[in-house]
């Protein structure tokens, strides 16, 4: 099994602010050796930035070098930067950059939902492709249409859409989060990680059957040839252990054959992040 989406951090060495409120549980640090604990059937991890600070991407990369756990990472970089290809190339070209595969930038936190129609943010999802990189995409529902319209515009990007662009599980509304998901499926260069659903349902009494209207969605939208399996640890402890999420994701995907199951929960990641 490929975790395609898995965070650390360590908060001697950066603090995470975004860590407030109901989410103070995870407010201690989250390493190798834990995750090894939390989930021992997984083989390969990829590695996702938390913070907008470009420290961290070397500091994850460097990890990557030395972890037989973690093979790819995910790192951030200032895409509207005049020099964002050349800050880009400085990664991958770097001590570790081998184990580079990804950008992400925490769109959800823009507050123009048009943020990815920039030209300057576009010139920068270039530069990450240019420099063969996917792109993450890390959206609210309401954001979802930009989206389509950038993964349109820059058809030789590959994009993946991070936890499923974050649907109102809680409240059980699909619309218009299913619409809009269809649309950016019908671009080809997306795929999507199965992610981040148990944190958006009702995190002390959520069930699989809340999950699956959601799920139906994506599998519709992207066929299994473009999902992947992410279990958002340890932001998903907030609802669920990992063993859970594992645990509902098999159960979602339980009446697919066997080929269709793998490609989900190995090698569809493996491609997408070049694992192994």
Known sequence: MIDAHQHFWDLGVRDQEWITGAMRPLRRNFGVSDLR????????????QTVTDAAETPEFLALAAESDLVGAVVGWVDLTAPDVFDRVQ???DGHGGSWLRGIRHQVQGERNPRWLCRRDVRRGLSAVSDNGLVYELLTLPHQIPAAVETASALPSTHFVLDH??????????????A???????????VSCKLSGLVTEADW???????LRPYFDVVLEAFGPERLMFGSDWPVCLLAAEHSEVVAAARELTAALSPAEQHAIFHANAARAYRIG
Do not use: F, H, M
């Open 37 to 48: 604990a939390a989930a021992p059937d997984v083989t390969a991890t990829v590695l996702v």
């Open 90 to 92: 400085s990664y991958v």
């Open 164 to 177: 499923c662009s974050k649907p109102p599980v809680a409240s059980g509304r699909l619309y218009p989060w």
């Open 179 to 189: 619409e809009n998901i269809r649309a950016l499926a019908l671009n080809e260069n």
């Open 204 to 210: 002390a009494q959520w069930t699989v059957s809340d």
